[in-house]
Each structure stands twice: as C-alpha cells, then as structure tokens.
C-alpha cells in the first residue's frame, strides 16, 4: 500500500524498515520531523541532544557498539558537528552511520545557504541525494549498507523541498538486526596521531572502492530521452528539470559523491550538448569540468536561492518567466512575534532605552525588525554571548553598559553555556538576557534538557539554569517576568548599570503552549488620543490605521502588555 508521506517521514520510515536502534539530532528547520516521526517506534532510542555535535557523538559512540545510528540535523548544524565529522571517517564504524543533512536553498529558515555537498568531499565520505519521498526511504536502507560494506559514515542530502513536500512511499519489510558484535580495538577507534596516519590511508583507499561501486550504484540511472540534450542532475532539482524538459535525456544521480566518472563520461559523449543543473554550487560541474568534458552549468544558472521548472525552462530557452501575478490589494505579511509572546516585552524595552543587542537564533531574532527594531547583530547558534564580550573588549566599559546580549534556553543550552564561562572567566561586565519560553519554540515546540520532558514525552530531569549559572561563577542573577513591564525595566536599568557580569532569566512560557485567559482587550476610542505607544510593540493583534488604533479581539491573547505601556490607561480588559 501506497501513502503520501514528507520527505522527513519517509526518512524516518527507512531507517526504521533499515533497523535502526538509535535516533539522535538537535532540532532545527527543514529536518526537525525526522526525529519526530522515529519517535513513534518503541524499538528505536530517540533524542533530542543539547546541539548536533553532541547528536553526532552519540550517533558515533551507538555504530561503534554495534547499533545501526541516524544523526539528523539542518545544514548549519553540520558546522557544529564538523570536529567529530572530520575524525568518524578516520575511525569508520561498527554498524552503520547515517548522517542527514538538510539544506536550505533560499533561507527559508536559516542565516545562510551553504552547499554541504562540501562537507563530503572535505571528510571523504560519500553522499547520497534523493529526488522524491520512495526515494528518501530507500536511500536511507542504501546508506546503512553502504556504511557498513565499506566502513564508513554516509551523508544523505535532502533539501527544505524534499523534507517539506510529500509524495507517495510504499512500505517495505522491517529488518530485524541483531547487534554487531563489539571488539576493543583502539588501533582503529582512538584517534592518537600515530593511529589516525594508518587510518588515514585507509581512507584513501576506501575512496577508491568507493569511486569503482559509484558507476553501478542502482540511483545513478540514465533515462533516454533526445541525445542532442542532456540533462544531469540530483535531488529534487531532477523533478523540477524534468518537468521542464520531459523529452531531454537524463542521468540522474543517486550519490554525489564520489562521483562515477565514467558514467558520466558515457553520458556526455553520447549527447551532443549536456547541462548539470545543481543549486548552489557548481559541486558536480567543477568536477566534471576538471576530466575535460565540455558541460554547461553555472555559467548561464545561478548560483543562489531555489530552481524551479519555470526558472530551468526559462534560463535554458532563453525566455522570461512567466510571473504569477499575486492577488491584487493584498497587504505584504512579514514575520512578527505571537501575540501574547513573551519576548515581545523584552525587546520593547530594549527598544526603549536604546540598547545595543547582540543577538541570537530562535523566534527572538524577530526582535531585529521593525517597530521594535532591536537587535544590532545575529550570527548563529550561540554566538550573542561571545559576540558581546568581544564587543565590550573592543570599545571598553562604558560601551559594555548599554550592551545586551540575548539568547533563548534552547540556544543557551545547545552553545551558549561555554561563551558565558568564557565572559566570566575574562571579566566580562555586559547584561546577558536568556529569554527562557520552556521549549524549542521556533522549529516547532520540541523538548530540550531544560523542560523536563524528553523527545518520546517521557518525563526527564530537569535542567536548573539558575544552579547552572551559579556554578559557573554568575554572582548578579535576575528572574522577570517579561510581561511585567515596570518589573523588566527596572531589572534592566540596574543589571546594565552595575559593574558585575549581569545575567537576567526572562521567564515565561510560550504563549502558544499556555492557553489565553478568557476575555480580550479594547482600545476606548473616547480616551485613545492615536499616540500609537501601543502600536509600537508590534502585536499582530494590534491594528492601526491613520485615523485609529484598535485591537483585534479574536487574536488577543490577554497578555496586558499594551495596557500597562498605555500612557493614559485607554487600553482596558473586556469580557470574563
């Protein structure tokens, strides 16, 4: 029986039917509903880890042991797992090791849009790439026998499309794997520089099989079609180019890395003029370029943001897109904070003293657009901290008084902790504001060590933040309610005039996991003089025009920030 499934479900799917024991990631966007959706087996152990190096390590430490290990997480999170990445491929498993990858073509949800078909090459280990959902399923099976054959970890590539979009999957028969047997042997498995010079060659010469198993590997497929045009291509680019050009001939490729030469070299002789259509980086071009084949690739595509049919068809038959007009009179619709979100009270206090913010990732980076308008800077995971000690040791004190920095719990316990020992330890003095909401709020609202809950909603213990930062050396603590706005202004102005390192604990759940209390809140149009105080917070419940400022009922979430900053007290609760 056929079902329509997300890439990520499939992918799930797979490594169950493939017979995975163990299942570790940290989520983030497009990848998250991978652990998901494995959560759901009870024969397999799955986990929401601190950040994608801890998943890896865990993903390390089960195929060594024996237990068949998928490691999922969103392209950047590689970044974070690159230093165990790097030594795995040295080391090779036990059972097999599967890494997903989930890139993000256009930034969808992300702060950049690295290729990580890279990451491949750089740790020699082969990539695999799915075109559709039965293919995610079926690769993942692939993966963990590749893994195993030839002693390896293996990256599968999937896109925000893929992850997100769904087309049909069949099931197909669960295997029952017992564990592989578990033998010391450190000469493969500790990495010390005498070891690693022994394994590295073994690398190599796994690179070689590798490259021979590529040219017969059953997902590099040529579908024949015109032999004047020739299409090559991977992932879910091969749907999109195939829609676009049905008649042209095809040779698409399963695994990426490395590459089957020649195959690929057949293929190009044989058509009279072949275009390798891949987003972002010219990653199979290049190297098709570099065996002297003549292709055609990023010299008329681009090498930024998502393909499409239309944009294929348009780039290789030299006609405009045809645009799809939008409906006319409709208002643009940016992202903005919940109504009712606690970070919203934070943010418009920041706003108000004028703050510089050193930001971070998570459904607070929306502090950085207008009205509130107050973030001055966001890398990634974890950064703010470290970025506002480097601030303060650049420009001196008294910058460091009107200096924030801002990071939420999830965030702060996947790589914020190290940068604030690190603040402590060189005397940092700036206000460090860890906006706790009880969950992983953007991707989806999933557990961390924080909230006491783990991935399958059992309970866990939970993560004191308060202990934890004393442990560390914090002296000057604060917890705010951040709906409280006098309470937070005045825990702000005296945290960003003392002397001391200053971490305040903004404490307050997801509104979107706590229910509204009954009622809604009104503007009186007889006191209202359209100050638009109000209006500056940025609540999507909030509507204003030239003439008036009012609240929409359905949407308010009974939260009483913009009655308490009404400077005339218009804004009064209705209902019970």
């Not at 998943?55 to 490691?71: K, T």
Request: net charge negative; with cysteine.
């Amino acid at each position: 029986m056929k079902k329509l499934m997300l890439g990520n479900e499939a992918i799930a799917l797979g490594a169950y039917e493939a017979g995975v024991r163990v299942g570790s990631a940290y989520p983030g966007t497009p990848s998250t509903e991978i652990i998901e959706n494995l959560s759901i087996f009870d024969e397999v152990y799955t986990e929401w880890a601190p950040n994608e190096k801890v998943a890896l390590e865990v993903g390390i430490g089960a195929a060594i042991a024996g237990a068949r290990a998928l490691v999922a997480m969103k392209h950047v999170g590689v970044n974070v797992a690159a230093d165990p990445l790097f030594t795995v491929s040295y080391t090779g498993v036990n059972a097999g090791l599967v890494i997903i990858t989930a890139d993000d073509p256009a930034m969808h949800s992300s702060q950049n849009e690295q290729d990580n078909r890279g990451y491949a090459r750089m740790a020699k280990v082969p990539m695999l790439e799915p075109s559709d959902s039965q293919e995610a399923k079926d690769l993942i099976k692939q993966a963990f026998d590749i893994s195993e054959e030839f002693d390896t970890p293996v990256f599968i590539r999937i896109t925000t499309r893929l992850a997100h979009s769904q087309s049909l999957v069949s099931s197909g028969t669960v295997q029952r794997l017992e564990l592989k047997p578990y033998v010391k042997n450190p000469s493969k498995y500790v990495m010390l520089p005498a070891n690693a010079r022994a394994r590295h060659l073994q690398v190599d010469a796994r690179g070689k099989k590798l490259e021979t198993y590529s040219e017969n590997f059953p997902f590099n497929q040529v579908i024949d079609g015109d032999p004047s045009f020739g299409i090559i291509t991977s992932g879910v680019v091969y749907q999109y180019a195939r829609e676009a050009f049905p008649q042209a001939s095809f040779l698409k490729l399963g695994m990426t890395h490395p590459l089957p030469r020649k195959m690929i070299e057949d293929f190009v002789k044989t058509r009279q003029r072949v275009y390798v259509i891949e987003e972002l980086e010219p990653i199979i071009e290049q190297e098709i370029k570099s065996w002297g084949l003549n292709v055609v690739g990023k010299d008329i595509f681009p090498r930024t943001g998502e393909f499409s049919s239309e944009l294929i068809r348009s780039v290789i038959s030299g006609q405009p897109i045809v645009s799809r007009q939008p409906i006319s009179g409709l208002p643009g619709r940016p992202p903005v904070m919940c109504a009712g979100c606690p970070h919203r009270g934070v943010f418009f206090e920041l706003s108000r003293i004028k703050a510089t913010v050193s930001g971070d990732i998570g459904c607070y980076t929306l502090g950085a657009l207008p009205p509130l308008s107050s973030m001055d800077a966001c890398v990634c995971m974890g950064a703010s901290i470290g970025m506002a000690l480097g601030m303060e040791k650049a420009r001196g004190r008294e910058f460091a008084r009107r200096l924030v920095a801002v990071i939420g719990d999830s965030t702060f316990i996947h790589s914020g902790i190290t940068p604030l020992i690190d603040m402590v330890y060189n005397g940092g003095t700036s206000t460090i504001i860890i906006l706790d909401n009880s969950t992983t709020a953007m991707t989806g609202h999933q557990h961390h060590p924080g909230t006491g809950q783990r991935v399958s909603g059992e309970p866990a213990p939970r993560l004191d933040l308060e202990k934890l930062l004393r442990a560390i050396g914090i002296e000057d603590l604060h917890i705010i309610d951040p709906l409280d706005s006098k309470q937070t202004r005045k825990v702000l102005k005296e945290a960003m005039a003392s002397d001391k390192l200053s971490v305040i604990i903004s404490r307050r759940p997801c509104v979107l996991l706590t229910p509204a209390e009954e009622g809604y809140y009104e503007i009186d149009e007889q006191i209202c003089t359209n100050c638009k105080v109000c209006v500056r917070l940025g609540c999507p419940a909030i509507q204003s025009t030239d003439e008036k400022v009012m609240i929409n009922a359905p949407l308010c979430m009974t939260c009483d920030f913009c009655a308490q900053i009404c400077p005339i007290d218009a804004i009064q609760k209705r209902g019970s």
